[in-house]
């Protein structure tokens, strides 16, 4: 490379790592609520007992870069990669205190041992501390999710009244508790598909909307509300909206606390934003990538009723033409089929299994096929993706950034993102995202990868 071209290159590898904005970390000290509406299901009993019992030393949190996940600083040749939560501060599990909602009136103990995930022993060495965690009423509506038949409901019929009750016992909560963060994530079932309209488009109208009972309004949108009002960053782990409206987007900004979803990327989804840019960056073709599932759970329960599937449909569907640009690479990716089917079958429980046949081709155009099965757990999956977001969604709010958070899209099948961005749904670039946020908010320096400091400084 000439002169010239090599003091490009590197001027701008030096504009690239400027941090543009510092951030002020506050330090993680107190303890930390985690309100969880859906606290009785498979996935919040799993990560609640996982922090039970990493607190009693008989488990590790496998899966949590929070936990166990380390950073590399610097130069290769530094050979400097610490923990991630030794270069900032960050909530420790022990100050963590659970608080929720649910449709079943179960504690965290029965509700653990009919989710059917974990073993009975283990459940057993944490069954006062499961015992003592039990949910409140839940804000529901049957036409949301009408296969569950549960009966912990508020009596109260007015949204905006519902609204309120969950910010009094949210105030209450952190008083009783001496609370000093919260964070609500929300672990509810997947809702009926909604699509944004006018009630959504303002605070004034949404407000006005609780008031009227509008249609268009969602139990999880009341509880992302409620949130919010209360200064609690909220992450949404199903696809249903809920958040991702702007009037609550707006709320988020105004008061200061920051959101992130939707729908938490574990099991095939995963797998296909592991696979699918792995296809694309050496430039092979699609004809078509058919992917079916066979689900046990209540999760899969509530997913057996169209309405609810359709939700979970567009979220698996949006990934793999964001991750191909069919439009940049028409004669890859311009015509292929993509097929998602989730199958409720009592037998598996939570022990999902996943089947996925990718039709590829290659030089000249011949074909090639690729086929994934994973036998996978569909909890054990989700766990850590809800600690990381507890703990980063914390991290986040003490940085004191607000809104809405991409660099949590390493943690979701539809990542919510600003106005005019795409998604990022590329595992590898997520992680990135995540990963140099994560240092500029430690106030390191952002890596690149290109690597050309080793060679031409
Ligand atoms: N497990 C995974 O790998 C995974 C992956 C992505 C998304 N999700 C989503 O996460 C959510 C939880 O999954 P799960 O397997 O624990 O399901 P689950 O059915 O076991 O748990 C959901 C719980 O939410 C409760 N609930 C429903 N509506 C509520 C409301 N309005 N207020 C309070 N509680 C309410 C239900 O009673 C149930 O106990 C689902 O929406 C699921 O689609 C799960």
């Known amino acids: 490379m000439e002169k010239r071209k090599q003091e490009e290159v590197l001027n701008s590898l030096k504009d690239s790592s400027l941090m543009k904005k510092k951030f002020k970390v506050k330090k993680a000290t107190g303890k930390l609520g985690v309100l969880i509406p859906g606290i009785s299901g498979a996935v919040s009993t799993t990560f609640i007992a996982g922090i039970l019992a990493k607190k009693k030393n008989i488990g590790e949190l496998y899966g949590s870069l929070s936990e166990m996940g380390t950073i590399r600083l610097g130069k290769r040749t530094n050979k400097n990669s610490p923990l991630i939560k030794d270069i900032i501060s960050l909530a420790n599990i022990r100050d963590i205190e659970f608080f929720g909602w649910d449709v079943y009136g179960d504690n965290c103990y029965q509700s653990c041992l009919k989710a ?8 057993e060495i944490i069954k006062d501390e499961l015992s003592q965690i039990s949910p409140k009423k839940a804000v529901f509506n049957k036409k949301f999710a009408t296969n569950l038949k549960g009966k912990n409901i508020k009596k109260e019929k007015n949204y905006f009244k519902l609204a309120e009750e969950l910010i009094d016992e949210i105030k209450t909560f952190k008083k009783e508790k001496k609370i000093s ?3 609500m994530v929300w ?13 959504h488009k303002s605070i004034s109208s949404f407000e006005k ?23 609690a960053a909220y992450a949404n782990g199903a696809p249903n909206l809920s958040a991702d409206i702007p009037a609550l987007i707006e709320l988020s ?3 200061k606390v920051p959101i992130c979803g939707k729908d938490f990327k574990t099991g ?9 840019p792995g296809i694309k960056n050496r430039l092979l073709g699609l004809n078509g990538w058919f992917s079916t599932n066979i689900l ?13 599937f359709k939700t979970k449909e567009e979220s698996k569907l949006s990934v793999l033409d964001h991750i191909f640009q069919p439009d940049i690479y028409p004669e890859l990716y311009g015509d292929f089929y993509h097929k998602v089917r989730i199958n409720y079958y009592p037998p598996r429980g939570d022990e999902k299994e996943a089947w996925d046949n990718i039709d590829i081709f290659g030089w000249l155009g011949y074909p090639m096929q690729i086929k994934v099965n994973f036998l996978c757990r569909d909890s054990i999956l989700a766990a850590p993706i809800v600690l990381d977001l507890v703990i980063f969604m914390d991290l986040a ?8 958070q991409e660099w949590m899209s390493f943690y979701f099948k539809s990542p919510m993102h600003g106005d005019g961005l795409y998604p990022e749904h590329d595992l590898f670039i997520q992680s990135m995202k995540l990963k140099n946020t994560l240092r500029i908010l430690a106030g390191e320096k952002t890596i690149d990868h290109s690597g050309l400091d080793y060679y031409y400084e």
């Open 116 to 123: 059917g995930v974990l073993n009975n022993n283990q459940i």
């Open 187 to 199: 672990c509810g079932s997947t809702e009926i598909f909604l699509k944004q309209s006018n009630v």
């Open 268 to 276: 095939q989804t995963l797998m296909k934003t592991i696979l699918a």
């Open 209 to 231: 909307g609780l008031k009227n009972n509008s249609k268009d309004i969602s139990p999880s949108m009341i509880y992302a509300y409620a949130a919010i009002k209360c200064g």
């Open 296 to 308: 046990g759970n209540r999760d899969g329960e509530v997913l057996d009723n169209p309405k609810n």
């Open 397 to 404: 709010q003490r940085a004191g950034m607000h809104g809405i």
């Open 253 to 255: 900004k105004k008061n």
């Open 181 to 183: 963060r919260l964070v």
